[in-house]
């Protein structure tokens, strides 16, 4: 019989049932994801992680289409990470939203994304998908 006492406290019967994944490394672990994808272009996900890359990312490209550019990288700042993609770091994550993605994505009134199905993964078979940038 396990001891009995104070629950999710540290002390003579320790943390027992508190859960180890919370919705703020949930959400962190979401920022890095959508900077590696402005960054490298494309990104190698579980499929229920990528639901949330795609709206993340949509509303990232949305922000580059307002009419108000320094409110627009603000915002788009606030979530984005301080991530370069050389070595000299000249060119950052936000610098690839806002040069590259935004202006080729001007005409389209949603989809920036796309995902394809690949294997399911090793360890313990959940689907991965590669999330990339629509031409």
Request: proline fraction near 2%.
């Amino acid at each position: 019989m396990p001891a009995q006492g104070r629950k999710n406290v540290h002390g003579k019967t320790g943390v027992r049932f508190k859960a180890a994944y919370t919705k703020s490394k949930y959400e962190n672990m979401l920022r890095n994801v959508v900077s590696d994808l402005l960054i490298h272009g494309a990104v190698k996900v579980s499929e229920a992680v990528s639901k949330d890359v795609v709206k993340q990312a949509a509303r990232l490209v949305t922000l580059t289409k307002k009419e108000d550019v320094m409110n627009a990288k603000r915002n788009a700042s606030a979530y984005v990470r301080k991530v370069y993609r050389d070595e000299e770091k000249t060119i950052s994550a936000l610098d690839v939203l806002f040069n590259e993605v935004g202006p080729k994505m001007k005409d389209r009134n949603g989809g920036y994304t796309k995902t394809l199905r690949l294997e399911n993964r090793r360890g313990d078979n959940s689907p991965v998908v590669l999330v990339t940038w629509v031409d």
